[in-house]
């Protein structure tokens, strides 16, 4: 169910997720995500949270200024 608008209609989806850190910027494509059918409001599992933190804490040791990661080709 979507926390924003009640809709019980979510679906499986991809996402790109991307993080503003001083004066970087780290996008991470392919993110899979549950998606409302009704306001379009993505949402992660616990799972996905925890491992696009872990790669946002990967990228901002690299301090690139801009980093491009695909959700589905890191192990």
């Known amino acids: 169910m979507c926390m924003f608008c009640k ?6 989806s991809l996402t790109t997720h991307v993080v503003n850190y001083e004066g970087c910027v780290i996008v991470i494509k392919n993110v899979p995500c549950e998606e409302c059918e009704q306001c379009g409001e993505r949402f992660y599992t616990d799972e996905v949270a925890e491992r696009l933190e ?4 990967a990228a901002k040791k690299l301090m690139q200024e801009i980093s ?8």
């Open 7 to 12: 809709c019980d209609t979510v679906k499986a």
């Open 68 to 75: 491009v990661i695909d959700y589905s080709k890191v192990a």
């Open 54 to 57: 872990k790669m946002v804490d």
